[in-house]
């Protein structure tokens, strides 16, 4: 993948790059936020990238999501990949009236084939399936803020380089592994976990998240 240290932001994907992100099977996605407050704090910025690193980060000042970057969320034919995919896809869900599918969620995937570990952030990730360590500096800047550092959009950028190569590799730890006391392989029940998720983010949208800031929900339980 090339390596490249200066990244810069557009208002909406380049229709060439649009191209060629939808004629990919999967791309790698990624959100910044104002806070991870729903309703009230907004999606700032989100990252694209495919399979050939072509990445793409792209401001969102407007109410309306740009029409490209729509276009590619709601892409039928292009699976979408997030770490922790409920957070941004609800976001875009409640900033934009957007509904994104199809898509996949790489923390799912890892809490079910990586049961050697509790580790299951992006960044540990990476660093054991990418063997590259990611900065987390930026993290927790200010994402809404007129001008952006150049660490703010390398960091941006970096959350979504690496992440195809450990959806891969996760996928291919899935299909090795056998069945579980239910009979199932993990990878038919990853399966099913992900299609859980569109309605794991219509519940947290409609308000009934009750635990760790509104984003695990006790509706399941006794």
């Given amino acids: ?80 990949i997030f770490h922790y995919a409920v957070t941004d896809v609800a976001f875009v869900k409640s900033s934009f009236n957007v509904t994104v599918h199809p898509f996949v969620c790489t923390k799912v995937m890892s809490k079910l084939v990586r049961t050697y570990t509790e580790r299951h952030s992006l960044q540990a990730l990476v660093l054991e399936l990418a063997g590259v360590e990611l900065e987390k500096q930026n993290q927790s800047s200010d994402w809404s803020q007129a001008n952006l550092s150049d660490a703010q959009l390398r960091y941006a950028a970096n959350d979504v380089i690496h992440l195809i190569p450990v959806y891969k590799a996760l996928k291919k730890m899935i299909d090795s592994r056998g069945k579980l006391p239910t009979g199932l392989t993990v990878k038919e029940l990853n399966q099913q976990s992900q299609a859980c998720l569109p309605a794991i983010v219509e519940i947290l949208l409609n308000g009934y998240g009750d635990r760790d800031r509104g984003w695990e929900t006790s509706l399941f339980s006794h």
């Fill in 1 to 80: 993948m090339p390596k490249q240290d200066n990244y810069s932001l557009v208002s909406d994907i380049p229709g060439s790059l649009l191209k060629t992100y939808l004629s990919a099977d999967i791309v790698a996605v990624d959100s910044e936020m104002q806070g991870l407050q729903l309703w009230r704090d907004r999606v700032c910025l989100m990252q694209i990238c495919d399979s050939k690193g072509n990445v793409c980060l792209v401001r969102l000042k407007s109410p309306k999501l740009p029409p490209n970057l729509r276009k590619l969320l709601t892409s039928p034919s292009t699976t979408k």
